[in-house]
């Protein structure tokens, strides 16, 4: 069974503080993605990796930054944190070639700047 | 912009019903189009996807439809259940981009016994 895994699943920042969200996966599995969801948007792209040490922005990566310390992990941080950023972020792993393949998905972590 | 369009936003259904989901994108060099449910809680979980070269794909209750000329797709559920009730997302990607998703919007589907 594919697992992915974030933390933490609740946080509550104040505007200006710094903010990490955590990624594990234990499919071994090379692409790895933020997402973050939002009514109205759905799930908008903000970082993906292609493996470790890699990181390529989405189609929203203003105001985040993203580190992939080894094939596991894949983290979105926020160095200074907007209310605009209260948000529900998603972490997904694939392994696809070609543009196919299924993405596994978190259970999200809630975020909310006060 | 949007580059894939998906309606409608909510959808209400009776038990038993057919619910139909549609979805359009311009960028023709999309070829493939996953469609993945969400329930409340959880992270998004592929439902059925379709490759551009078919027009159609079958698992159990869930069909989807492909039609390139109109750059259009669609996702069928029938006989509906209120278990089927989530958020429903179709989604595209090119050949040369991964698994790079690019997501509608989604449809809250609610099916009412």
């Known amino acids: 069974e594919a697992a992915v895994t974030q933390s933490p699943r609740n946080k509550v920042a104040v505007t200006g503080g710094k903010v990490t969200l955590s990624c594990n996966q234990t499919?071994?599995?090379?692409?790895m993605y933020w997402y973050r969801q939002d009514t109205g948007h759905g799930l908008r792209l903000i970082h993906y990796s292609y493996g470790a040490g890699s990181t390529e922005k989405g189609d929203i990566p203003d105001g985040y930054k993203a580190s992939r310390p080894s094939q596991e992990n894949f983290s979105l941080i926020l160095e200074l944190a907007t209310p605009s950023q209260t948000s529900v972020y998603f972490c997904?792993?694939?392994?696809?070639?070609?543009?196919?393949?299924?993405?596994?998905f978190g259970e999200g972590s809630k975020l909310t700047v006060l | 912009q949007q580059q894939v369009r998906q309606s409608p936003q909510s959808l209400t259904v009776w038990e038993g019903g057919t619910t139909v989901l549609t979805c359009s994108y311009e960028?023709?060099?999309?070829?493939?189009f996953p469609w993945y449910q969400q329930f409340p809680g959880e992270g998004p979980a592929l439902l059925i996807s379709i490759l551009s070269v078919s027009d159609k794909k079958e698992d159990g209750r869930f069909t989807t439809f492909f039609n390139k000329r109109e750059k259009k797709l669609s996702l069928h559920i029938i006989d509906s259940q209120p278990g089927d009730s989530a958020t429903y997302f179709c989604?595209?990607?090119?050949?040369?981009?991964?698994?790079?998703?690019?997501f509608g919007i989604g449809t809250l589907l609610s099916v009412k016994p």
């Open positions: 997904a792993s694939g392994d696809g070639t070609g543009g196919t393949g299924q993405l596994y």
């Open positions: 960028d023709s060099t999309f070829n493939y």
């Open positions: 989604a595209a990607s090119k050949g040369s981009s991964g698994n790079k998703l690019i």
């Open positions: 499919n071994n599995h090379n692409n």
